[in-house]
């Protein structure tokens, strides 16, 4: 036995050299001649993924037998190789690592994360605006995701996890699906033709003797006027919902079946590692989602066709809608390029075999064990599926990470989808503002606390046990920056809504009509906000009584406003002073809440995403593993049934809740116009609270029930021996290796 290790060790060493030398592009032959061999222990996860093939050095599955593994007699030499269908050149074969499955996943993680919890929630206020949605539709729409993800995650879980299945596959075609429904959702804009909103008629208060002619009392004729502003609203819904479900569709393996191929072709101790790369991908994906879709909303959404400052509209206006369209588009190129390495993976890695030998399983220890699950045997067959249901939800540990995950999940996807319309309606800035905010809050919170997160694991090699009681502190300090949501600032001051107009008598007679505006014939259809030289905000250059209009470059201007009892301001242009009393641009807010909130969202998201990769270290150990990707299937399903599938739906109507102004259209409701911020701010707090002290017990009755192997103390001479299997050298050198691990 001692002659049989030192040859291994031996190998190892003489092939970890050969790598270096290959790196480095040396000829390995010239020095081996110089006997100029390498010294120290080298990785596990590299001495068995990381070697070209043509060398041979390394452990490969042999490639001259028509049978490979005895559990799988159809997997043949040939679909064990890099390539597509009968294509599979030799010089592909260099790329069979984990490391190459780690970046081309991480690639597909960031693109689902761009796309799903970046693009789609940068433009929920924008498409709610363009196509008259209320906030309760655009929930059902950021919620048709993880519809699909619950209809797809136990077949695409449990079929995938089989031993024989190909996970690679099915990753791949989810890219492709996933590409497929960006496309779609980028489609309404191409179906609904040029955006009016900027274009009306001339939105001005008309002398006495036109009243008759300018206003529209009638749902007859408020037909032209509405069909440029909510055209069909129900058609893009469904759109967009379909849409949705697509890309939910496409995403299911990503984070079942692509973290337990990661996790199986790698070290116990690596995989941390190597899963914290991958969802910090995830995060920063969304990160960028937020940062690239709010540079675009810059943009008009008919840039090509039409000029915006010819017609007076610029980013601050409260009707611009930006070009919401364009990153879909482009994500939809990019998902078919990404799935086209995806599928040249094989099934298995070399190595892999190996590594499972090696394993130490920390799965929770019942009291009475199933011959099935004493002998370890995989459920192969559809019709052991309930028996192998039955098996996880008699895990109590299990359980309760799936419901603290629930509740995790629920707050997580409501603020994604809705947190930056919350900024944007409590500090009065763009939507385009808002979503850079999410994005420059998003990259280092949620990627370095996701990142940070797995790394600690690593670096403390802690126990289940360990990583559940980290888990209860991350979240127990959370819960205190919850009170973020609490800042509230005071609503704008809108004429007739939130403050009466300055003409009236009686301060509590709230009306958008006053005798001001009593002859102007004004359409409550024109929303057309702008703001006063007095800082009030208006429903209409009409409602404010504004008789001139003047466009200079590309904002307008009103002058001859009789609801506005201020003196104007004047500005330059062209060499001429043009005096105004209003400009269609949205009004500056006087709070100072904004950096205040923002800090303390990046620490609440810090400490959020800090805990994420743990909680899913912990979710791989508690349970056996040939369940891993069933389990991980069966724990995303109640994480959508219960967390994510309502939570945008939740959200969505309590912000509709909020709501003080609608978009009253002969169709019905439309979107709506006006939130009162008090009530939105207590709503999201009483959300962010609830939620986190659910985690919170979730997490302790978790580290409560669960029992390792041996007890409640697990052996540490076991762990000792587990990582000492591994082959590392220190924890510096590991340390170190980290950043090379995409490479």
């Known amino acids: 036995m001692r002659n049989r290790e030192t040859q291994e060790r031996g190998l190892s060493v003489d092939f970890l050299c050969i790598v270096h030398v290959y790196v480095q592009g040396y000829d390995i032959l010239e020095r081996r001649e110089r006997g100029n061999y390498c010294s120290g222990v080298p990785d596990m996860h590299e001495t068995l993924s990381s070697f070209p093939e043509q060398f041979g050095d390394g452990p490969r599955k042999p490639e001259i037998k028509p049978e490979i593994r005895k559990d799988n007699p159809g997997r043949t030499a040939d679909n064990l190789k890099c390539g597509w269908f009968w294509f599979r050149p030799i010089y592909l074969q260099r790329f069979r690592t984990a490391k190459w499955a780690l970046f081309w996943l991480c690639w597909a993680g960031a693109m689902q994360g761009m796309v799903v919890n970046g693009f789609v929630n940068v433009v929920i206020t924008t498409i709610e605006r363009r196509f008259g949605l209320k906030s309760s539709e655009t929930g059902l729409i950021a919620g048709g995701y993880d519809i699909a993800s619950f209809l797809l995650l136990v077949p695409v879980s449990y079929l995938g996890g089989r031993a024989k299945a190909s996970k690679p596959r099915y990753i791949g075609v989810g890219v492709l699906v996933l590409g497929i429904g960006s496309m779609l959702f980028a489609s309404p804009h191409y179906l609904a033709g040029p955006y009016r909103g900027g274009q009306q008629t001339k939105n001005t208060c008309q002398a006495a003797a036109n009243v008759s002619s300018h206003s529209i009392s009638s749902c007859a004729d408020q037909s032209t006027v509405q069909v440029e502003l909510q055209p069909y609203s129900g058609l893009y819904l469904t759109i967009f919902l379909v849409a949705q479900l697509l890309h939910g569709a496409g995403a299911a393996p990503f984070y079942t079946l692509g973290v337990t191929f990661l996790d199986e072709n790698v070290t116990k101790k690596m995989s941390s590692v190597y899963l914290g790369i991958y969802y910090t991908m995830a995060i920063i994906g969304p990160a960028l989602g937020y940062v690239v879709g709010g540079e675009l909303l810059k943009i008009y959404t008919d840039f090509i066709t039409i000029d915006p400052s010819t017609i007076g509209l610029t980013p601050g206006s409260n009707i611009w809608v930006g070009a919401w369209w364009i990153g879909f588009l482009a994500a939809g190129v990019i998902c078919f390029v990404i799935a086209i390495p995806i599928l040249a993976f094989p099934a298995i890695l070399p190595g892999s075999e190996e590594l499972a030998k090696e394993r130490v399983s920390e799965a929770h220890e019942k009291p009475t064990r199933s011959s099935t699950a004493a002998t370890g045997e995989a459920f192969s067959k559809i019709r052991e599926l309930p028996r192998a249901l039955t098996e996880l939800l008699g895990n109590p540990a299990f359980f309760m990470l799936n419901l603290a995950g629930a509740s995790e999940g629920l707050l997580m996807a409501g603020f994604a989808a809705f947190l930056p319309k919350l900024i944007e309606n409590q500090f009065s800035v763009s939507a385009s503002s808002a979503a850079m905010l999410m994005g420059l809050v998003t990259v280092p919170a949620g990627g370095g606390g996701t990142f940070l997160g797995g790394y600690l694991v690593k670096r403390f090699n802690l126990s289940c046990s360990g990583i559940l009681k980290f888990c209860l502190l991350t979240t127990a300090a ?23 107009y300055l003409n009236n008598t009686r301060t509590s007679d709230l009306s958008l009509e006053s005798s001001c505006n009593s002859g102007c014939g004004c359409s409550r259809s024109q929303f057309d906000p702008i703001c006063g030289v007095d800082g009030i ?61 923002v800090a303390l969202a990046f620490c609440n998201m810090f400490l959020t995403f800090l805990c994420t990769m743990p909680a899913l270290s912990s979710t791989l150990r508690v349970v056996r593993d040939d369940q891993r ?8 399903l109640k994480v959508r049934i219960l967390g994510t599938i309502p939570a945008p739906m939740v959200f969505g109507a309590l912000i509709d809740d909020t709501c003080i102004l609608w978009n009253e259209t002969c169709d019905g409701r439309g979107a709506c116009l006006v939130y009162d911020n008090y009530y939105m701010s207590r709503y999201m707090l009483a959300l962010a609270f609830i939620g986190k002290a659910a985690s919170l017990l979730f997490f302790f009755l978790a580290w409560w029930t669960y029992v390792p192997p041996g007890g409640r103390a697990i052996d540490q001479n076991s762990r000792q021996q587990t990582t000492a299997t591994l082959m590392l050298s220190d924890t510096s050198q ?10």
């Open 478 to 500: 959370c819960i205190a920056f919850t009170f973020c949501f609490a800042l509230s600032c005071p609503n704008l001051d809108f004429a007739g809504l939130t403050v009466p």
């Open 629 to 636: 990707s069933f389990a991980l299937g069966i724990q995303w």
């Open 734 to 743: 590991d340390v170190q290796a980290v950043p090379n691990t995409i490479a």
């Open 537 to 597: 905000t208006y429903y209409s250059p009409c409602y404010a009584g504004c008789y001139q209009e003047t466009s200079l470059n590309d904002v307008k201007t009103y002058a001859n406003c009789s609801c506005i009892h201020a003196s104007p301001m004047s500005l330059t242009h062209d060499g001429d002073i043009v005096q105004y009393e209003a400009v269609n641009t949205t009004c500056e807010s006087k709070c100072a809440y904004l950096w205040i909130f």
